[in-house]
Structure formats: C-alpha cells, structure tokens
C-alpha cells in the first residue's frame, strides 16, 4: 500500500484556492490557463482510480461532490466508480457522491489499516498530517506557471526532506513531476 499526494501548486508553492471556489484574493490561477489545463486524469492516476481509495478531507469532498457526480467521460466515470474516504469531524452524510464513506477513528491509524493505495487530492491538511508521521509514499504535483504570493504552500512547516524525482511530463501549460519520498 502506498500513499499518493496529488496537488495543483503555483511555480510559488501555492496550493491554495487553484479553481477559486474558497474566494480568496488569489484564487483560481489554475483556471487561468483554461478548462483543458485542469481536465482529464492530469495525474496520470489511471488504474489507482480501479484498484486504490480516494481520500479527501470535507472541505475537498464536498466541493468535489457538487461537481463530479453530474459529469461523464472516461475520467469522470472512473473517478465517480472510486472509493471514497472523507476524514470530517463534523461530516453525518456523504451520500451525495458514490461509494463514499466517513474515516471512522484517528485518520492515522485508519491510514495504516488501509490495504488498498490511498490517493490524496487537494486536502493540505490531510496531506500534511500524513506527512507529519512518514506515511506519505509519493507527491505527484502539478506545477502551474502561476505565481500566487500568498496562500497555503504544501510544505510550510515541513520537516527537512530529500525527495527523489521519478518523472516530469508537460500537462499542458503546468508540469507534472513525480517524487518518491523512499
């Protein structure tokens, strides 16, 4: 089992608000680059979408399910078929999206009783925590050729890290690069 972080990020770091839906002053400079910037499986998560778990935080899954469920296609299906866990101390219901369900218990320890790969998307916080106890495998980041100045940088308050590069591939206007934390 691995655990996979995957992230829009500026050419600053930031990794928060990419589509503007939290209003912050900087938000949505992943929109910018256009619909197709952001469209598709961008992370190259493939078969993980078949055989892994998803794993959001609520406020990530609660934006996701207002969006995803109504769209079709290839990526969409797949992504809408995935298991979902959603770590929320005050979400009661996350039937609004297929085959999600609530972590029940510490989001750590339910991690480390997983079998399947976990997927990470968006959720800082998740992927911080995470992280924070060296559960966190590898980070596929998409890279936009934003800079944002202010918000949320992924790695704020990290500690120390050599991360080996397994790959970068132009998605459009971003990059995706592809490290390994082992």
Do not use: C
């Not at 995803?68 to 995935?82: K, V």
């Not at 992280?131 to 590898?138: K, Q, S």
């Amino acid at each position: 089992m691995s655990v996979i972080v995957v992230e829009f990020v500026t050419l600053d770091g930031v990794v928060d608000d990419p589509d503007g839906s939290a209003g912050t002053a900087v938000g949505g400079w992943a929109f910018r680059h256009g619909p197709e910037a952001v469209a598709g499986d961008k992370f190259r998560l493939g078969t993980l979408l078949d055989t892994g778990t998803l794993l959001f935080g609520r406020t990530t899954w609660e934006l996701f399910a207002k969006i995803w469920p109504g769209r079709t296609g290839e990526f969409p299906d797949r992504l809408n078929a995935a298991r979902k866990l959603v770590a929320s101390r005050t979400l009661t219901d996350v039937t609004a999206w297929h085959n999600s369900s609530l972590l029940q218990g510490d989001l750590v320890e339910a991690v480390g009783r997983e079998e399947r790969d976990l997927i990470v998307i968006g959720s800082i916080g998740i992927a911080r925590e995470l992280a924070g106890h060296d559960l966190v495998d590898e980070y596929r980041l998409l890279v936009f050729p934003s800079l944002a100045g202010q918000g949320r940088r992924l790695f704020d308050g990290a500690a120390p890290a050599d991360l080996r590069l397994v790959s970068t591939t132009q998605a459009g206007p971003a990059v995706l690069s592809t490290y390994r934390t082992r």
